[in-house]
T-cell receptor, first 115, second 114 residues
Framework: DVKVTQSSRYLVKRTGEKVFLECVQD?????MFWYRQDPGLGLRLIYF???????EKGDIPEGYSVSREKKERFSLILESASTNQTSMYLC??????????????FGPGTRLTVL | GEDVEQSLFLSVREGDSSVINCTYT??????LYWYKQEPGAGLQLLTY?????DMKQDQRLTVLLNKKDKHLSLRIADTQTGDSAIYFC??????????????FGKGTHLIIQP
């Protein structure tokens, strides 16, 4: 079974702190994604990566950056956390974009609170 | 841009059928997905359908696709309390390369009444 793990289930940070959210997948997937989930807004794509060191902006990249130094690991970075970044963050991975291989497998989520 | 719409809530009685509806705008969508999110958990793929199909059945789940109207539905027969969750419709394309995230609806909260 594909396993996508996220480093923390719950995280509390202060405004202005630098925050790292880590995601690891164990199935050699090419693609990895970071979403945030907010009530009434569903899932919104922040960034995705289709290869090591490659990244693309999603729908709401402002205030975030990402890093993919190794294929299995995709990090989301909040350079200076703000209260409007309080949210549930979901990581996902998929084998490839074509065919049914673009099925995405999700991690359990990290609930981040910024005070 | 692409858009996927779902109603936010659906309430059904235990044992009845649930029908969750979804509309999408991108006519080039190749694959359409239903994901389930239980409280406090990530999303799990329930089922998917290719755009050249109009129906897919998998045990208690039936997916219907009307490509002309860009309408997708998920029917859950004999709804149980364990079906209580948020159900997300998502669409994706066979882009032949590159990542391209899926486009998700906002999710439908399925509430089961005893």
């Amino acid at each position: 079974d594909v396993k996508v793990t996220q480093s923390s289930r719950y995280l509390v940070k202060r405004t202005g702190e630098k925050v790292f959210l880590e995601c690891v997948q164990d199935m050699d997937h090419e693609n990895m994604f970071w979403y945030r989930q907010d009530p009434g807004l569903g899932l919104r794509l922040i960034y995705f990566s289709y290869d090591v060191k490659m990244k693309e902006k999603g729908d709401i990249p402002e205030g975030y950056s990402v890093s993919r130094e190794k294929k299995e690991r995709f990090s989301l970075i909040l350079e200076s956390a703000s209260t409007n970044q309080t949210s549930m963050y979901l990581c996902a991975s998929s084998l490839w974009a074509s065919g049914t291989d673009n099925e995405q497998f999700f991690g359990p989520g990290t609930r981040l609170t910024v005070l | 841009g692409e858009d996927v719409e779902q109603s936010l809530f659906l309430s059904v009685r235990e044992g009845d059928s649930s029908v969750i509806n979804c509309t999408y705008t991108d006519s080039s969508s190749t694959y359409l997905y239903w994901y389930k999110q239980e409280p406090g958990a990530g999303l799990q793929l329930l089922t998917y359908i290719f755009s050249n199909m109009d129906m897919k059945q998998d045990q208690r789940l039936t997916v219907l696709l009307n490509k002309k109207d860009k309408h997708l539905s998920l029917r859950i027969a004999d709804t149980q309390t364990g079906d209580s969750a948020i159900y997300f419709c998502a669409e994706g394309q066979n882009s032949g390369g590159g990542a391209d995230g899926l486009t998700f609806g906002k999710g439908t909260h399925l509430i089961i009444q005893p």
